[in-house]
């Protein structure tokens, strides 16, 4: 990484994306992808929604990095607002999406064929059978909030997505939907009211345990999804 790159503001790394850096695109990639792809994974349940949703937005930064404006707020700002937009199209584009259940453990790579991830069972095995009982309760609590969270209208959704389960602040959450602070609390309110209508005392404990729970994305060093990114976005191909 260039001397220019290293110190480099958001604001600085797009103007020099504006101009043809690419270590500057590299740059905000590595910084900004994780966080995007666990908000869109947190609202749809749905790898391929998330890799899409960082798709999109990436793309959109590299062929119109002129759409930020540093007057209307920072580069990370600009990045959300590109991606929930396009989550919330998705979410729109099929409503009868299911998400738990839309993309089910196989037998492949990513599975053993009874129904837990090889992760799950990984972390199970060689477990006493009360802590391979504790783990069990604590992955259906999870999975029981997940389901919950995913229940709820998108407008709800996401103030427990960003509040909850991503940890942030009402200003930081109202900053992003660009709603007033007081707005993100009665949302967040009502919602954790139909969550506990829903599941009652596994809510408190469990919201913690589904951010840590979550998957930041595939298995693709950032640099080189980056470069494919880039090379999409010059009109080539992946």
Known sequence: MGPKILGSTDDALVELLRRGDEEAFSSLYRQHQARLYRFAYHMSSSHSIAEE?????????????????PARGNVSAFLFGIARNHVMRALERDR????????????????????HSKSLDQALDGDDGASTLARLERHERI???????????????????????????????????ECPVGTVRSRLNRARGLLLAKLGTKLGATL???????????GIAADDQAGRWRRLGAGGRI
């Open 53 to 69: 949703t960082i798709q999109e937005t990436f793309l959109t930064l590299i062929r119109q990095p002129e759409r930020f404006d």
């Open 96 to 115: 009868r999406f299911e998400p738990l259940d839309a993309e089910p453990v196989s037998n492949g790579s990513n599975g053993n064929g009874n129904g």
């Open 143 to 177: 999975e029981s909030v997940r389901r919950a969270v995913l229940s709820l209208p998108p407008v709800y959704r996401e103030v427990v997505v960003l509040c909850d389960l991503e940890q942030r602040s009402y200003a930081d959450a109202a900053a992003r939907l």
């Open 208 to 218: 913690g345990d589904s951010h840590d729970a979550a998957d930041d994305g595939p």
